[in-house]
């Protein structure tokens, strides 16, 4: 437990004492596939994200017909966030500036906290979930609020990487309690894949003669990652 917490809050507290504030790069916003289409600019980079409202809607509607063991909250409010991805990415991408990530990276952090209260309570501490989910979401929300008011994006860094790597700690170290569990190998394959499409954003837009980019590649295996979560859930329900 003492290298759990070590693994998830060592990196926090070593990135606000040895670095100092890290702001958002202009050129973050300036990807390479901006053409419209049917009068929606950057159209595939909106157009990819639907992707995420089909697996929302797919794990919101199994948690209302079955009955899901395990961190049930924290995975209804995984997928919550899920689906507000599509909402929020599509918004951005509409017209890509600071103001508008702030509605992007809202729902991601839903997602990502929400993902990591429940490895933690189904692996680690099974009857946290009613403390760790509500202190998990208002740690995401705060970064992002952070971030707004002092420019600062340490935290939100943090939100992003910290709780993922103690996910793959506690994934790696503590046994199952549930079944089906490789699919979460499956999601954390799929999650490092989109970040690495996300950096090759213009060489996959030059390498496909102008077909696709790695940004809207980045959305669609981005939203694999939770469709392996759901087909996890579906199989342990079953």
């Not at 509409?94 to 103001?99: I, K, M």
């Not at 680690?124 to 509500?134: C, H, M, N, Q």
Request: charged fraction near 10%.
């Amino acid at each position: 437990m003492l290298t759990l917490a070590a693994i998830l809050l060592v990196p926090l507290a070593v990135l606000f004492a040895t670095a100092g504030p890290i702001a958002q790069d202009p050129a973050y916003h300036g990807l390479a596939d901006a053409r419209a289409l049917l009068g929606v600019p950057n159209f595939l980079n909106v157009a990819t994200n639907a992707a995420f409202l089909v697996v929302g809607i797919l794990g919101l509607t199994l948690f209302a017909k079955r009955r899901i063991p395990g961190a049930r909250r924290s995975w209804a409010v995984f997928f919550l966030g899920v689906l507000l991805v599509t909402f929020g990415s599509a918004y951005y991408h509409l017209g890509p500036s600071d103001g508008r990530l702030v509605w992007d990276r809202l729902p991601m952090t839903i997602a990502f906290m929400a993902a990591f209260s429940a490895l933690l309570t189904e692996h680690v501490a099974p009857e946290s979930e009613g403390k760790v989910l509500p202190i998990a979401l208002a740690l995401g929300i705060a970064s992002v609020v952070w971030w707004v008011y002092s420019r600062d994006l340490r935290l939100y860094a943090w939100v992003q990487f910290g709780p993922l790597a103690a996910s793959v700690y506690m994934l790696v170290m503590y046994p199952a309690r549930y079944p089906h569990r490789g699919y979460l190998a499956g999601a954390l394959f799929l999650y490092v894949l989109a970040k690495l499409f996300e950096v090759a954003d213009a060489a996959i837009f030059s390498a496909t003669s102008g077909a696709i980019s790695g940004h809207s590649v980045k959305h669609l295996a981005a939203a694999g990652a939770p469709l392996c979560v759901y087909l996890m859930l579906r199989k342990r329900a079953a």
